[in-house]
């Protein structure tokens, strides 16, 4: 079992003003998985995602990681999973301005403890951009690339430290259906190679390229099922539940 959630809640205080953002959330994922959480706006969703991320801490619950609770993590221990642990792939992409697609994917390595050789930073940022058809690209800056093309290499980044599991939020959000088909075809390619996928999307087109969908309402789980699918001559048809 890579994650486990039990009573997951978080409550937000903003001047005495208190609200819940989710309240008494719990499911299991494997790993391999590729899981959808789904939701409208307010649903709970994004900050589902930011505790899946060690980017907050959940009020009450909890929430083992790899058979790890991590409810009593120190600072250091949730920025080296954050690092070692998670790659994040995010709707606007998050490159760095006016440097090459290398800088950007070989970003992780250079936070890493490890402080690995030069040769090996420069095979494992090769292997990431061949992961995502982009090995080509290595010396183009970030912004000489499309927006496809620049969640490519985000994705890229996310795979270069071979983390447990992928983050993705919202990825397709800033894409033309094109590219977005592609973006989901290149995650659907990485689950089948044996990484583990959580996305966050309120696109239902998008989030049936998963294997499983979680949907969020008013802070809760309200259905948790999987895609069931059949093919059809001119492509790959979802059938839901």
């Not at 989901?184 to 696109?203: A, F, K, P, S, Y």
């Amino acid at each position: 079992m890579l994650i486990s959630v039990r009573n997951l809640c978080k409550e937000y205080d903003n001047e005495g003003v208190k609200t819940k953002a989710l309240c008494g959330v719990s499911f299991d994922i494997d790993k391999d998985e590729f899981v959808a959480i789904m939701g409208p706006s307010g649903s709970g969703k994004s900050t589902l995602m930011q505790l899946l991320g060690f980017l907050d801490r959940p009020s009450d619950g909890q929430y083992f990681f790899e058979g790890r609770d991590t409810k009593d993590f120190s600072d250091d221990e949730l920025a080296y999973f954050r690092n070692q642990k998670i790659g994040f792939v995010f709707q606007s992409f998050n490159l760095l301005p006016r440097t090459t697609v290398f800088e950007n994917v070989e970003l992780p390595l250079l936070y890493d403890e490890r402080k690995e050789s030069s040769g090996l930073i420069n095979k494992k940022v090769h292997e990431a951009l061949r992961a995502v058809d982009l090995e080509h690209r290595v010396n183009n800056l970030s912004n000489q690339l499309s927006g496809g093309e620049q969640q490519r290499v985000a994705i890229a980044r996310a795979l270069v430290n071979d983390p447990a599991l992928i983050l993705a939020d919202e990825p397709t959000g800033n894409l033309d259906s094109k590219n977005g088909l592609q973006i989901m075809r290149i995650l659907q390619n990485l689950n089948r190679d044996g990484h583990t996928i959580i996305m966050v999307t309120h696109e239902t087109y998008t989030s049936e390229h998963a294997k499983r969908i979680i949907q969020m309402l008013d802070g809760k789980v309200e259905d948790d099922y999987l895609v069931k699918k059949r093919r059809i001559a001119d492509g790959e048809e979802r059938l839901l539940k």
